[in-house]
């Protein structure tokens, strides 16, 4: 079958969350019986597209730290430099 007619993206279809179900099955016979009639079957044809979109997020921690070194001038001029003097104890203690 070759079909030459142009191709409509349709609006998309979300999906509810899948549930899993547990079935019980029970056999029966059953007699069909078939007439036949031949019908001429006009084809539509649905390209199904699914997508599984997906979020990503990251975090930065960051600490601070903050210490009573006591009176007096900063040992060292000024920040890290604690040659010789007290060392600092934290806030806490």
């Known amino acids: 079958m070759n079909c030459n007619c142009p191709t409509c993206v349709l609006p998309a279809i979300v999906h509810p969350t ?17 007439p036949q009639h031949t019908t001429t079957v006009n084809h539509e044809f649905f390209a199904h597209q699914h997508y599984f979109p997906q979020t990503q997020s990251v ?8 210490f009573n070194a006591g009176p007096g001038p900063i040992p060292g001029g000024f920040p890290g430099g604690f040659p010789g003097g007290p060392v600092p104890r934290p806030f806490w203690r």
């Open 18 to 34: 899948k549930c899993c179900v547990n079935h019980t099955c029970h056999n029966y016979v059953v007699p069909h019986i078939h």
């Open 59 to 66: 975090v930065n921690e960051v600490s601070h730290q903050h």
